[in-house]
C-alpha cells in the first residue's frame, strides 16, 4: 500500500511538472506596442571645416624673411604675417629712381640745342657771306674780260700803228705786255670764281647738316622719353612691389598651417600660410546618394562624438551640393555620395571652443532628422523584420502565443519604428525573434515569467 501512495505521488509531480512546461512556453523578451514621438534621421559621419580658408601666397618672385607666427597663432586683419627681404625691394626701387633721373638728365641734355642754333645762325651767315664773295669774284671775272678785250684790242692796235711806223716798238712791247696780263689775271679770277663756287656748294650744305642734327636730337628725345615711361612703369611696378611684400592677414582668425618657415628664394604663387576664421566653423558630411534624397536645408541636425562631448550639439543643414562624387568605402565598395554642409546653431560654436577646444578637421558624427511624428504607433526597431515576399513583420504575443503579423511601417530610425497597419496600442512584440520562433509557438514575456 505504501508503495502505491508513493508511485501515484510520483505521476501526479511528473505529470504536473510537465504540464507547466507545456503551459509557459518559450521565454522572449517583449516590449509593448505605444504611442510615442518617432523622428526620421539620416547618421553619418562627418568633420568639422571652415567655409572658406585664405590662403597667403607669394605675390612675385623673391626672397622672403623667416615667418615668426607658428600654427594656432592669432592673427588681426591688416596685420603683417609674412615679408619680402626689405632691402631687396629698396634697391630695386633705388634702381629705378636712379634710371629715371638718368634718362632725365639725357632728355635735357639732348633737348638743349643752344650750340646747334649758334652753330647754325653761323652757318647762315657763312652761307651769305660765301655767296657775296662768289658775286664779287663773277664781278670781277667779268671786269677781267673787259680788261682783257681791251688788251686784245689795243695790242692789235698798236700792231697796226706799228706797221706804218706810228708807234714805237717800246709801245708795241707794252701793249703785249699789258694783253698778256689781263689773260693771265682773267684766267686767275676764273679759278678763283671755280673755287669760291665750289667753296659756296659744300656751305650751303652747313645748315641742312645743322639742321638734320638737330632733328635727330629731337628724334633722340623721343626714344629717351620713350624709355622714361617704360622706367617709370618699372618704378610703379617696384613700388606695387614694395607694397605687396609685405603680406597681410586678409581676416580676423587664426595660422591654420605654416607652409614656409625659413628665409629663403620663393617662387610667385607659393603658399606661404593658410589663415581661417573659427568662428566661421561648420561640420560637412559626406551622404549617401540614396539618403540624401530626403535632406532638405533647415533641417535639425544632433551633432555627436567625442570631438563635441557627452553633451553634443545642433546644427542645421545650411547647403547640400548639387553634384555627388564617387567614395571608396574602407571596404572597397564604390558608394556615390553628395556633400551636405551643417550650420552650428547659435551659441554653440563659442561653446564648443571653451568647453572642447573644438578645431578645423575634427571628426564628428551627424544625425539629420528628415521628418518627424510627434504622436504614432510605435514598435522597438529590433521587433521587425523582412519576411519572404518583402513586407515588414513582427511576432505578436496574443494568447500566450507568438503570431507571425505583416505590419505597414511609417518613420524608422535606428532605434524605433512607426507602424501605420497590422497592430493595436497596447499589444506587445517579440524583440528581435530568435529563427526558431514559428508561428503559434507558445511564448512567455519575460517580464511575467
Known amino acids: 500500500m505504501k508503495w502505491t501512495i508513493i508511485t501515484i505521488v510520483a ?13 509557459s512556453g518559450v521565454v522572449v523578451q517583449t516590449a509593448a506596442v505605444r504611442r510615442d514621438s518617432v523622428r526620421e534621421f539620416v547618421d553619418e559621419q562627418a568633420q568639422t571645416r571652415l567655409p572658406l580658408t585664405h590662403l597667403v601666397t607669394m605675390p612675385f618672385d623673391a626672397r622672403i624673411e623667416a615667418i615668426a607666427l607658428s600654427e594656432g597663432a592669432p592673427v588681426k586683419k591688416g596685420q603683417l604675417v609674412a615679408q619680402v627681404v626689405p632691402v631687396d625691394l629698396q634697391l630695386n626701387t633705388q634702381d629705378a629712381e636712379a634710371n629715371i633721373a638718368r634718362l632725365n638728365a639725357s632728355i635735357k641734355e639732348s633737348g638743349d640745342k643752344t650750340v646747334e642754333s649758334t652753330g647754325l645762325k653761323q652757318s647762315l651767315e657763312y652761307v651769305a657771306s660765301m655767296q657775296a664773295t662768289v658775286q664779287a669774284a ?45 689773260d693771265v689775271d682773267y684766267r686767275q679770277d676764273q679759278l678763283v670764281l671755280k673755287a669760291l663756287q665750289s667753296m659756296l656748294a659744300a656751305t650751303v650744305l652747313v645748315p641742312t647738316v645743322v639742321e638734320q642734327y638737330m632733328a635727330r636730337k629731337d628724334l ?12 617709370e612703369v618699372k618704378l610703379k611696378r617696384d613700388e606695387r612691389d614694395r607694397t605687396r611684400g609685405l603680406m597681410t592677414s586678409p581676416v580676423d582668425g587664426v ?4 607652409v614656409e618657415t625659413n628665409e629663403r628664394s620663393v617662387p610667385a604663387g607659393t603658399v606661404l600660410l593658410k589663415i581661417g576664421n573659427v568662428d566661421e566653423l561648420e561640420v560637412e558630411a559626406d551622404i549617401l546618394s540614396q539618403d540624401v534624397v530626403r535632406v532638405r536645408e533647415g533641417q535639425a541636425v544632433e551633432i555627436y562624438g567625442p570631438a563635441v562631448g557627452a553633451a553634443g550639439a545642433r546644427g542645421t543643414v545650411a547647403r547640400i551640393y548639387p553634384a555627388g562624387f564617387t567614395k571608396v568605402s574602407s571596404l572597397g565598395v564604390e558608394q556615390q555620395r553628395v556633400k551636405v554642409v551643417v550650420a552650428l546653431a547659435a551659441g554653440e560654436r563659442e561653446r564648443l571652443q571653451k568647453t572642447q577646444d573644438l578645431g578645423v578637421g575634427y571628426r564628428v558624427r551627424v544625425r539629420i532628422f528628415t521628418a518627424e511624428k ?27 502565443r507568438a503570431r507571425l503579423v505583416n505590419i505597414d511601417v511609417g518613420l524608422m530610425n535606428d532605434e524605433r519604428v512607426e507602424v501605420s497597419g497590422g497592430l493595436a496600442d497596447g499589444e506587445l512584440v517579440v524583440l528581435a525573434p530568435e529563427s526558431t520562433l514559428v508561428d503559434g509557438t507558445r511564448v512567455t514575456p519575460a517580464a511575467q515569467k
Do not use: C, H, M
Open 11 to 23: 505521476v501526479l509531480l511528473v505529470t504536473a511538472l510537465a504540464y507547466s512546461a507545456a503551459s
Open 138 to 182: 663773277e664781278a670781277r671775272v667779268e671786269a677781267g674780260l673787259a680788261k682783257l678785250d681791251y688788251a686784245n684790242k689795243n695790242l692789235r692796235r698798236i700792231r697796226a700803228l706799228r706797221e706804218t711806223n706810228s708807234a714805237s716798238e717800246d709801245q708795241l712791247n707794252s701793249a703785249e705786255v699789258q694783253q698778256v696780263q689781263a
Open 220 to 231: 633722340s628725345v623721343a626714344v629717351l622719353e620713350n624709355e622714361k615711361v617704360q622706367a
Open 255 to 258: 595660422v591654420l598651417e605654416r
Open 374 to 400: 510627434a504622436d504614432a504607433l510605435v514598435v522597438p526597431r529590433s521587433a521587425i523584420f523582412r519576411g519572404p515576399d518583402g513586407r515588414w513583420q513582427v511576432y505578436a504575443e496574443r494568447d500566450g
